[in-house]
């Protein structure tokens, strides 16, 4: 009963504004496909996941539910909301109750830099809204999980602590750590362009703003003379080398 209950809020939530091509009872057996008695949470959100990625080849909406449904098991993973006991109405208010508690979990495992905390955490958690996350197919949201959003190693099983939206706040803060008075309202309209996808800065910004790492750029200027012995040393080899290190 509970499984079904979970996956029938799941799926409400992800076809929202959707115009899908199946029914919700078509897409609610193709998603319990290979359910089975006893199985455990992890295989449970690995199977329908698997599930939902299989129906993006009836409709290109798909992405978009498949990454919606990922996206309820971040936000449990995350924010400690439970999409049955709370509801996705309050989905916004978790993030913004969280966002705290992220910051500060982050510096204590020596994740974050401890200067994000002298931000007006307040200020910048009113204006987080989870709804945009609902944008991100399932390639996009799969690729931030896996690549981009800080996991805590610390306890028996690692778990990521940052939250898709969480993630956001974090670059544009981290872009402007040095900077004095009024660097909130900067801060938010950085965050503003990155949540509508209207801008987005390069991968090593991306992993590392904010950290205790903040290196931000991976470009190097780098010279090849016009001999095959240059060309093959230092354009290639050297360049493998400094790319790897």
């Known amino acids: 009963m509970c499984i079904r209950d979970r996956l029938r809020a799941r799926l409400a939530y992800a076809r929202e504004g959707l115009d899908l091509n199946l029914s919700d009872i078509a897409i609610e057996a193709a998603l319990r496909k290979s359910l089975y008695s006893g199985i455990t949470r992890e295989n449970l959100q690995k199977t329908i996941i698997l599930n939902a990625k299989s129906l993006m080849e009836y409709d290109a909406d798909f992405a978009l539910l498949a ?10 993973e995350t924010l400690g909301w439970d999409i049955l006991r709370h509801g ?11 966002f705290r508690p992220y910051i500060e979990r982050g510096v204590a ?8 905390l002298d931000f007006d955490l307040e200020r910048l958690s009113q204006e987080i809204d989870p709804i945009h996350d609902k944008f991100f197919t399932y390639l996009g949201i799969q690729t931030l999980y896996d690549r981009y959003l800080i996991v805590d190693k610390t306890g028996k099983k690692p778990r990521r602590i940052e939250a898709p939206q969480f993630f956001w706040m974090r670059v544009a803060m981290g872009l402007h750590v040095l900077e ?11 965050y503003d362009r ?15 703003s904010g950290t205790l790492r903040p290196q931000l750029s991976s ?16 354009g290639i080899a050297e360049n493998a080398f400094l790319s790897k290190w």
């Open 194 to 208: 990155y949540r509508r996808r209207l801008f987005c800065s390069s991968t090593p910004t991306l992993f590392n």
């Open 180 to 190: 004095g008075e009024g660097r909130e309202a900067r801060v938010l309209a950085l």
């Open 109 to 116: 495992i020596e994740r974050l830099d401890p200067r994000l």
């Open 88 to 98: 996705t109405e309050r989905l916004r208010e978790f993030h913004q109750q969280g």
């Open 67 to 76: 990454g919606r449904m990922l996206l309820t098991y971040i936000y449990e």
């Open 219 to 234: 470009c190097y200027l780098y010279k090849v003379d016009d001999t095959i012995e240059s060309i093959m040393l230092r």
